[in-house]
């Protein structure tokens, strides 16, 4: 089985800064694919961004320049470090991985989620 656990969110102003972290753990051979997702309420769940492997990284328009993400492959954890908050951004963060093994679904797996809060 695969385990997320996703922490970090918070309550923050705008204009303020959070860092989420996901840590993996279960009996996969590999991640190849790491993500945040969001989903606002009321609205479809969007990509935020998403690492593979070696490092290459995409973006949703609304966050780039802004969030970075990055991973730690020795650690199986994956974070995203977000910078000059809007409220806008205020949303439920999911963490999700592609991985290769015992546990891993077709589909990605994903953690409970954080809720992230940004007050005007």
């Known amino acids: 089985q695969v385990h997320l656990v996703e922490s970090g969110g918070g309550l923050v102003q705008a204009g303020g800064s959070l860092r989420l972290s996901c840590a993996a753990s279960g009996s996969f051979r590999s991640i190849n694919l790491m993500g945040w997702y969001r989903q606002a309420p009321g609205k479809q769940r969007e990509s935020v961004a998403t690492?593979?492997?070696?490092?290459?990284?995409t973006y949703g328009g609304p966050v780039k320049g802004r969030f970075t993400i990055s991973r730690d492959n020795a650690e199986n954890t994956v974070y995203l470090q977000m910078n000059s908050l809007k409220p806008e951004d205020t949303a439920v963060y999911y963490c999700?991985?592609?991985?290769?093994?015992?546990?891993?679904?077709?589909?990605?797996?994903w953690g409970q989620g954080t809720q992230v809060t940004v007050s005007s």
């Open positions: 690492i593979t492997t070696d490092s290459s990284t």
């Open positions: 999700s991985i592609r991985c290769s093994g015992y546990g891993c679904y077709s589909g990605g797996n």
